[in-house]
């Protein structure tokens, strides 16, 4: 059971594979690509201790030798230090511009390689194989490429399309159950900015998904890629559509910056957080019906994911304090919040124009458990 979403972008256009065993099928996919029979693969540690034999068995089972550096795990691999060292040994590998390099990981492993394989040589290929839900359905697919800067997340980065994705949904199978409903969160987002109809499958289908259903697994990563693909498509660099995939993300970067980015919150559960602040918000504006929050809820609830701000452990500042971490994030533009809202599920807009006043409330509300 393989499924392919085309992403169709004029001169680097690609496939994205997903389904169960394509480690073990990777050197043919890679092959067909052309290049050096030698590629070079980025990873952490975790991964590689779990995958990455499989992984270059699947290479070597084709004729590809390959070679690789591990970096630690965790979102601090993505700075300067580990940017530098992994282009340094991408250079010692003598890697030239027709070279492939993979990226092995959940995101940040996406995020670095992509942006190494972006500087390197001014642009070579690589080839993203994710291993979290997460980057999967998201971070994998339409060439965001990125280190932080202890200024902000993502604030150094390229534009860098894949040439190629394989999504191995067998590999989900080794994800802590936190980390999966993380990456459920960006599924269920697809769900709430674009599509109703698969917004109530995954109602239906959500828990056996969470549970293992490899069908369901599969056809949620693909439904999940196809819309990202139809988004990027049609505005690759983020000049208007492609913001639609922030839903949820205003609020989720200001609950993120309050937590130091750290356990406390993963990205995946500030982004469904953020998704029901976006609904309630939405709902108070008027905009959609004070069903629709409570149905997105409902759903998360029902897959014991975090729902609430309340759920988040330890101390947050108050509404003020948020709303100014919020002023921070890298999608304000000329001052002016940006903020992804909805007129009902599935039918999510981007607008500038969202009074503080009501975003102040929800916010208050939110962290007095009134919401
Ligand atoms: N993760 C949002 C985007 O790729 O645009």
Known sequence: MMNTVHVDLPGREYDIHIGPGLLAEAGRHLADLGGRRHVCILTDENVARLHLADLQAGLSAAGLTSVALTSPAGEATKCWAQLERSVEWLLAQKVERNDIVIAFGGGVIGDLAGFAAAILRRGVRFVQIPTSLLAQVDSSVGGKTGINSPSGKNLIGAFHQPSLVLADTGLLGTLTPRDFLAGYGEVVKYGLLGDATFFHWLEAEGRALAAGDMDARVRAVTRSCQMKADIVQRDETEQGDRALLNLGHTFCHALEAATGYSDRLLHGEGVAIGCALAFELSARLGLCSQEDPSRVRA??????????????????????GLLDLMGQDKKVVDGKLRFILARGIGEAFITSDVPREAVMDVLDDALRGRV
């Open 299 to 320: 759903h998360l609830r029902d897959m014991g994911m975090k729902v609430d701000i309340a759920d988040i452990p330890g101390d947050l500042p108050d509404a003020a």
